[in-house]
T-cell receptor, first 114, second 113 residues
Framework: GAVVSQHPSWVICKSGTSVKIECRSL??????MFWYRQFPKQSLMLMAT?????????EQGVEKDKFLINHASLTLSTLTVTSAHPEDSSFYIC??????????FGPGTRLTVL | AQSVSQHNHHVILSEAASLELGCNYS??????LFWYVQYPGQHLQLLLK??????LVKGIKGFEAEFIKSKFSFNLRKPSVQWSDTAEYFC???????????FGTGTRLKVLA
């Protein structure tokens, strides 16, 4: 149980385009979902926390207009990187949590912006 | 502000050696503690977790960790490592009731066959 999927697993896009990444909890209802960013050989940095049906809470320094998060249902959250630039290239990881105080992680999405 | 420190950034061991990875956190309240492993090219997998009760926690693949509240520590141990344990290990702390993880910087472990 507690499986989280992400789609796509990797994406390459041109600078200036937008990219949408989906995060789904497959076998449980996630009241809260999290988005992280992981640079090569570094730790995970929390970008934002989202609760179903409400606006995401962004961490300090994360541009909310650039990283749009939608948590439309208890099983789906999306992260849209708008007007992507090469510096946005990274590994994006989502996680989902229900009432058990534990996060379950997705496999990640590698974004490369040319 | 809460923080998590993993003092060992890179560790190289021979097979069958014992392993201990340090994790210290700064937070005065009740915490939940986690160790995750990330194998090359794979996603984070939970090794073990501590919420309450026995401070010595046993996880998967022969790993264990001990929560020492007075030292704000949650060190990961394994008595005998294998080549397949080569991976990156992350300690994470969650202040009870917040749902937010604070991750340590990670420890890259390489086990020589």
């Amino acid at each position: 149980g507690a499986v989280v999927s992400q789609h796509p697993s990797w994406v390459i896009c041109k600078s200036g385009t937008s990219v949408k990444i989906e995060c789904r909890s497959l076998d449980f209802q996630a009241t809260t979902m999290f988005w992280y960013r992981q640079f090569p050989k570094q730790s995970l940095m929390l970008m934002a926390t989202s609760n179903e049906g409400s606006k995401a809470t962004y961490e300090q320094g994360v541009e909310k207009d650039k990283f749009l998060i939608n948590h439309a249902s208890l099983t789906l959250s999306t992260l849209t990187v708008t007007s992507a630039h090469p510096e946005d290239s990274s590994f994006y990881i989502c996680s989902a949590s229900s009432e058990f105080n534990e996060q379950f992680f997705g496999p990640g999405t590698r974004l490369t912006v040319l | 502000a809460q923080s998590v420190s993993q003092h060992n950034h890179h560790v190289i061991l021979s097979e069958a050696a014992s392993l201990e990875l340090g994790c210290n956190y700064s937070y005065g309240g009740t915490v939940n503690l986690f160790w995750y492993v990330q194998y090359p090219g794979q996603h984070l997998q939970l090794l073990l977790k501590y919420f309450s009760g026995d401070p010595l926690v046993k996880g998967i693949k022969g790993f264990e960790a001990e929560f020492i509240k007075s030292k704000f520590s949650f060190n990961l141990r394994k008595p005998s490592v294998q080549w397949s344990d080569t991976a990156e290990y992350f300690c994470a702390v969650m202040a009870s009731g917040t749902y937010k993880y604070i991750f340590g910087t990670g420890t890259r472990l390489k086990v020589l066959a």
